[in-house]
């Protein structure tokens, strides 16, 4: 499978407690997107990278939020010190940036998402 | 201030008959429009996409958009819809003041179909 894939897809901790999410894009894309959806509601955009730099972060996002992409290829989002208001569905995408284009025209591709319940 | 809405949390229509989801964006200057599915457990999927081009965007499935800036809408459509369509529908804006460089999603519409 060549699509974008996320990593664990499932993570229950107590609150208090760190916790941090893998997503690997797919293999030629140079943006990698961060999400956050809670149920009932649409994706809420939290950050993104192209290649290894973080142009952008939502300024919604705790600083208890971090995201690196060391390599520009794989990312990982932590989470730290928990809280209830946590939970929620992380969704990755990633999409290929034409240097030719103002912006970025194309779609996302998603993962599937990792689901996090801080009890 | 809200850059995309969805009107009707939940959609319910028979086999067969047509689907009509409703988006308005927020925008001086057109932005770019998607609309895009989610399947249960499964992550989103796109299915059509607005980039200046024709205003009238067929995507996969039988579903299709047309860009109406007079009235700043992006209303998804399919002619006879399927019990295999029944899904949650978001559709999404990338904006010029934030430089085309992400999406911006609206609260997405639950579709129930039924026989």
């Known amino acids: 499978d060549t699509g974008v894939s996320q990593d664990p897809r499932h993570k229950i901790t107590k609150r208090g407690q760190n916790v941090t999410f893998r997503c690997d894009p797919i293999s030629e894309h140079n943006r990698l997107y961060w999400y956050r959806q809670t149920l009932g509601q649409g994706p809420e955009f939290l950050t993104y990278?192209?290649?290894?730099?973080?142009?952008?972060k939502s300024r919604l996002l705790s600083d208890r939020f971090s995201a690196e992409r060391p390599k520009g290829s794989f990312s990982t989002l932590e989470i730290q010190r928990t809280e209830q208001g946590d939970s929620a569905m992380y969704l990755c995408a990633s999409s290929l940036k034409d240097s030719r284009l103002a912006g970025n025209t194309g779609e996302l591709f998603f993962g599937e998402g990792s689901r996090l319940t801080v009890l | 201030a809200q850059s995309v809405t969805q009107l009707g949390s939940h959609v319910s229509v028979s086999e067969g008959a047509l689907v009509l989801l409703r988006c308005n964006y927020s925008s001086s200057v057109p932005p770019y429009l998607f609309w895009y599915v989610q399947y249960p457990n499964q992550g989103l999927q796109l299915l059509l996409k607005y980039t200046s081009a024709a205003t009238l965007v067929k995507g996969i499935n039988g579903f299709e958009a047309e860009f109406k800036k007079s009235e700043t809408s992006f209303h998804l459509t399919k002619p006879s819809a399927h019990m295999s369509d029944a899904a949650e529908y978001f559709c999404?804006?990338?904006?010029?003041?934030?430089?085309?460089?992400?999406?911006?999603f609206g609260a997405g519409t639950r579709l129930a179909v039924h026989p």
């Open positions: 999404a804006v990338s904006l010029p003041s934030g430089g085309y460089n992400k999406l911006i």
């Open positions: 990278f192209q290649n290894e730099a973080q142009l952008e």
